[in-house]
């Protein structure tokens, strides 16, 4: 028998969504205190932590990228102390 893992449908939205309309966030990248998550009902809606500060979100097109930079230059800030 073969299991079939429901997809839920992403929504596409025009503006950037409340912290509060996302159904949950999954993790996508973690070192050294570092953590990427993706939202789970949203395309193109990331956060990142670092540490024990606040999480700071990242919206649009170039959200992938822009996490993406955030994330490295956090982690290279963090080796060099």
Known sequence: MR???KMMQKIQASRKPLVS???SWSRTFHQEGVSVYEADNYEDYFKCTVGSSRAKYFFGETAYMDVQRYA?????RMSYN
């Not at 490295?72 to 290279?76: E, G, M, T």
């Open 3 to 5: 299991m079939r893992k």
């Open 72 to 76: 490295l230059d956090n982690l290279n």
């Open 21 to 23: 309309e996302v159904s």
